[in-house]
């Protein structure tokens, strides 16, 4: 039985993130880069959804990248590096909304997904998409990381509760009342 080509891409996506982390551990400087410049881009996407700022993203994923460096060698299972690293800019993220409380509250942080893809051929399935980017931008900021996560990510439950640093049945309940959620928005019964 032979496997579809996205789940041989995820999973041999996965196999050369697990090698550059043994290889990172070793001391391989330029495989810690080319781990650096695979991860970039979703490191700061996932701060982003969490503040809402892209210089705010941009400092915490710089400092998590500086911890990510000096935690690599106590990993001792290169398969959780992904869940491991979310948690450490998680975390970031909520040292750097608590250093920001008094000035401002966490709700201004509403943030947004990329738009959907412009080439898109259907202009229908382009306006969908653009209608649930929308919704997911409008969730709660822990529901829009879940769903990010869960979806864009394709973390399971048990490393998203790792990333985000909270109980798998709080990840559920979170992706349940999104789901709930986008559906209303989508379908037109949301009246909030």
């Known amino acids: 039985m032979t496997r579809p080509a996205a789940q041989i891409d995820a999973t041999t996506r996965r196999l050369l993130d697990e090698y550059l982390?043994?290889?990172a551990r070793a001391g391989d400087q330029r495989a810690f880069g080319d781990l650096a410049r695979r991860w970039q881009r979703r490191f700061n996407a996932h701060a982003w959804r969490l503040l809402g700022d892209d210089e705010a993203a941009r400092d915490v994923v710089q400092s998590g990248w500086l911890e990510i460096a000096?935690?690599?060698g106590r990993l001792r299972d290169?398969?959780?590096f992904p869940a491991w690293a979310y948690r450490i800019i998680s975390r970031g993220c909520?040292?750097?909304i608590l250093?920001?409380?008094?000035r401002r509250a966490?709700?201004?942080a509403v943030s947004a997904e990329p738009e959907a893809d412009a080439l898109q051929p259907d202009l229908e399935l382009r306006d969908e998409a653009r209608r649930l980017h929308a919704?997911?931008?409008a969730l709660p900021p822990p529901q829009r990381a879940a769903v990010a996560l869960f979806h864009f990510e394709d973390l399971s439950i048990p490393e998203i509760a790792v990333a985000l640093d909270v109980p798998a049945g709080t990840i559920k309940t979170r992706l349940?009342?999104?789901?709930?959620r986008l559906r209303a928005v989508l379908e037109g019964e949301d009246h909030a």
């Open 21 to 23: 982390v043994v290889a």
């Open 70 to 72: 000096r935690g690599l």
């Open 78 to 80: 290169e398969r959780a």
């Open 94 to 96: 909520a040292r750097h």
């Open 99 to 102: 250093s920001l409380k008094g």
């Open 106 to 108: 966490l709700d201004r």
């Open 135 to 137: 919704a997911i931008r």
């Open 176 to 180: 349940m009342h999104a789901r709930r």
